[in-house]
């Protein structure tokens, strides 16, 4: 029988693997393609989704994000501030989100290792955890982690709806 944490690692898991399906075989270019002239990027799309998982886990695991603490905020370069996740993103910004698929899997690898690292180390008391009281009702660890998956599939879907056009 599975436990709540070997279901959880299991959907960050597919996470992890379908960025690195989606960026397979991509060029920069593709990446940085935009279907309309107001549409989000895969680019932005994969960085977004990474940094918010990155930004939710490490918040409640009360560790680092590997997007500062492991350099990848240096090693993708881009022009925003190091706690930024991409969240209200006007259409520039998310235009300034270029980059290589090998940074963005690599990126992706960290985040996916960080996460699953911290969820098999939970147990089912921990998932009823207050982690954000500022909601009502106030968010338990199960729900915030629910959260992270919920957001992080909506935008690969896109990458992958926006790379299917492609």
Known sequence: M??????????????????????????????AHRITPDANTIAWLVWHLLRVQDDH?????GTDQVWTSAGWHKRLGLPFDASDTGYGHSRDEVGAVTTTPELLVGYARAVTA???A???????DDL??????????????????????E?????????EYVKGLL
């Open 2 to 31: 599975s436990t709540s944490a070997d279901l959880l690692e299991d959907a960050f898991g597919r996470i992890g693997e379908g960025v690195e399906l989606v960026l397979d075989e991509l060029t920069p270019q593709q990446l």
């Open 57 to 61: 886990v490490s918040d409640a695991a």
């Open 114 to 116: 960080a996460t699953q």
């Open 118 to 124: 911290y969820v098999t180390s939970l147990s089912d």
């Open 128 to 149: 009823d955890r207050v982690v954000d009281e500022s909601w009502d009702p106030p968010v338990t660890l199960g729900v915030r982690l629910v959260s992270v998956i």
């Open 151 to 159: 957001d992080d599939l909506k935008h690969l879907g896109q990458a």
